[in-house]
């Protein structure tokens, strides 16, 4: 199982980007799928999250401005990103739940996404 991410670039401060995240190979079943983002000098968090049935979370510093979806059809995951902060600046990375032979956790490469002032 593979999960590609694309989308990720420089932008202003107050711009928007919108991440893709892909899962391809052996796949059976998508659980939960998620984006999360690491700055330099600090530990991974979580940035949005998203179910199979829809239900949504997401940190307190993106809420409002920044919204995940996925197409189930397609085994992709989503993230738009409105009213971007110098502070979004970091390397973004999509993970997912997968079942072939049993549920795993799988990461993406990570994509660069960072906001100038």
């Known amino acids: 199982v593979q999960l590609q991410a694309s989308g990720g670039g420089l932008v202003q401060a107050g711009g928007s980007l919108r991440l893709s995240c892909a899962a391809s190979?052996?796949?059976?079943?998508?659980?939960?799928m998620g984006w999360y983002r690491q700055a330099p000098g600090k530990q991974r968090e979580l940035v949005a999250g998203?179910?199979?049935?829809?239900?949504?979370n997401y940190a307190d510093s993106v809420k409002g401005r920044f919204t995940v979806s996925r197409d189930n059809a397609k085994n992709t995951v989503y993230l738009q990103m409105n009213s971007l902060k110098p502070e979004d600046t970091a390397v973004y990375y999509c993970?997912?739940?997968?079942?072939?032979?049993?549920?795993?956790?799988?990461w993406g490469k990570g994509t660069q996404v960072t906001v100038s002032s």
């Open positions: 190979g052996s796949i059976f079943s998508i659980g939960a």
């Open positions: 993970n997912a739940e997968v079942k072939d032979s049993d549920w795993m956790h799988y």
């Open positions: 998203i179910t199979s049935g829809g239900r949504t």
